[in-house]
T-cell receptor
Framework: DAGVIQSPRHEVTEMGQEVTLRCKPISGHDYLFWYRQTMMRGLELLIYFNNNVPIDDSGMPEDRFSAKMPNASFSTLKIQPSEPRDSAVYFC??????????FGQGTRLTVV | DAKTTQPNSMESNEEEPVHLPCNHSTISGTDYIHWYRQLPSQGPEYVIHGLTSNVNNRMASLAIAEDRKSSTLILHRATLRDAAVYYCILRSHFNDMRFGAGTRLTVKP
């Protein structure tokens, strides 16, 4: 398996635009996590799914953020409209049960 | 939520062992103790995990206290490439995976 794959690796967008981040988890994994990392706030859990069902989205900062997992091999995190304060590195991770989790390389988002 | 406490930073000399402590006094019986590390400009990377017994793998060893309220990650011979932020987290089935501030390890040549 190629590991957790995130795309794009880098995204620069203008304030007000819609941004979609994508994640392909490791095949067979039943948990998928989305995180945001900034220098000020560290690594924040935004939302996680179990068997494609959102379990806890309490970390999603506001209604501008939404996440979906239409099937076991794909998830998206959407920001609409984007704001400069959304600039961060966004990570996706997957795991089987409570065993080791594997992270993607991240998407560096810059909103100007 | 179960939480962990780690020192903000630690220093080590190259080629010497490093013991990274973690306190988790509110651990429940079903919580696994996980360690991850994040190298500069990379995503977090799994290091090791355990439930009750000490664990060894090619990267490190995990020593778990008998009452499970604390654990120690042991790097047997630190290298410059081990300089990273090390995170200790608790995780059980059907629960989330939240990271604290971790311990920033500096390795001096």
């Amino acid at each position: 398996d190629a590991g957790v794959i995130q795309s794009p690796r880098h995204e620069v967008t203008e304030m007000g635009q819609e941004v979609t981040l994508r994640c392909k988890p490791i095949s067979g994994h039943d948990y998928l996590f989305w995180y945001r990392q900034t220098m000020m706030r560290g690594l924040e859990l935004l939302i996680y799914f179990n068997n494609n069902v959102p379990i806890d989205d309490s970390g999603m900062p506001e209604d501008r953020f939404s996440a979906k997992m239409p099937n076991a091999s794909f998830s998206t995190l959407k920001i609409q409209p984007s704001e400069p304060r959304d600039s961060a590195v966004y990570f996706c991770a997957s795991s089987w049960g409570a065993l080791e989790a594997f992270f993607g390389q991240g998407t560096r988002l810059t909103v100007v | 939520d179960a939480k962990t406490t780690q020192p903000n930073s630690m220093e080590s000399n190259e080629e010497e062992p490093v013991h990274l402590p973690c306190n988790h006094s509110t651990i429940s019986g079903t919580d696994y103790i996980h360690w991850y590390r994040q190298l500069p400009s990379q995503g977090p990377e799994y290091v090791i995990h355990g439930l009750t017994s000490n664990v060894n793998n090619r990267m490190a060893s995990l020593a778990i206290a008998e009452d499970r309220k604390s654990s120690t990650l042991i790097l047997h011979r630190a290298t410059l490439r081990d300089a990273a932020v090390y995170y200790c987290i608790l995780r059980s089935h059907f629960n989330d995976m939240r990271f604290g501030a971790g311990t920033r390890l500096t390795v001096k040549p």
